[in-house]
């Protein structure tokens, strides 16, 4: 990874820090961020399903692997895999036939997952190191790909875009959570309501996600606001889909 591709420092800070509470068993968000990150959005996981290290470790704004409604035998793209709870969700739904990536850039958090993984006792996932600005895999790999509270980190998000359209076979689709702001509000708006690794300041509002998933050339984008994180700000479900066929100019965005 290249110092130019690298998060920002504050992000690889406050995420290396996160890595280290996981590391030590310890739920990694703060205490008034409970409602709306973390473990909290997963209520619904079976006694089982993945270990309580990876749930305690959840630094998410919403539960993926439900939004995209993974399917047996699929190829899944987790963006920002983190301590690896949707990584191993996700291999659990697609079941012995289908195969899930985990990209994140911190080797500290890469250690995490794969304890969490081998305690797990699954071995349809492989964890890659990169920055979701390059994505490590061929075109036309993946049928899905999901991320939990990342995409707002980059400070490149058109590249990201990009490279997940790029990634996804035709017809392929995207089922994320993140932070996403109103219109109303300004880059200074959302600066002012928290930092960047935090998941507010680079989020971008309604309109900027849905201009750039489809300049990326992603079609059939639904934004939908899930829970408000600060005061215009929300984390909510993002679907799209790379088109079955080339993009033409006569295509138009279902939103």
């Known amino acids: 990874m290249s110092d130019t591709a690298a998060p920002p420092q504050e992000v690889q800070e406050y995420y290396r ?13 703060a205490p ?22 990876a749930l305690l470790a959840s630094l998410g704004c919403g539960n993926p692997t439900a939004v995209a409604e993974l399917r047996e ?24 036939d289908g195969q899930v990536y985990g990209l994140d850039f911190l080797e500290e958090m890469l250690a995490v997952a794969r304890r969490n993984i081998t305690d797990a006792e699954i071995d349809n996932i492989v964890l890659l190191k990169g920055v979701i600005e390059a994505i490590p895999l061929p075109a036309d790999t993946l049928d899905v790909i ?5 995409i707002n980190l980059s400070a490149d998000k058109p ?23 109103e219109d109303r509000l300004t880059s200074a708006d959302r600066a002012a309501r928290g930092s960047l690794a935090e998941c507010v300041a680079g989020a971008l509002s309604v309109t900027e996600y849905r ?19 600060t005061d215009g ?6 679907r799209a889909r790379k088109p079955a066929r080339p993009a033409t100019a006569d295509d138009s965005p279902v939103v």
């Open 17 to 29: 820090d996160k890595a280290a509470s996981a590391a030590a068993g310890q739920a990694c968000c």
């Open 73 to 96: 035998g699929e190829t899944v793209l987790d963006l920002g895999s983190g301590a690896g709870l949707d990584l191993i969700l996700s291999a659990r739904r697609v079941g012995p």
């Open 211 to 229: 201009e750039q998933l489809t300049a990326a050339g992603l079609r059939d984008v639904e934004i939908t606001f899930i829970q408000e994180a």
């Open 233 to 238: 700000l929300h984390s909510a479900i993002i």
């Open 146 to 150: 999901i991320s939990n509270c990342v």
């Open 32 to 53: 008034d961020l409970d409602d709306t990150f973390g473990a909290a959005n997963y209520t619904g996981i079976g006694p089982g399903e993945a270990p309580d290290a």
């Open 159 to 181: 590249a990201v875009f990009r490279e997940m359209c790029r990634t996804l076979v035709p017809g392929g689709r995207i089922g994320v959570t993140d932070v996403v702001a």
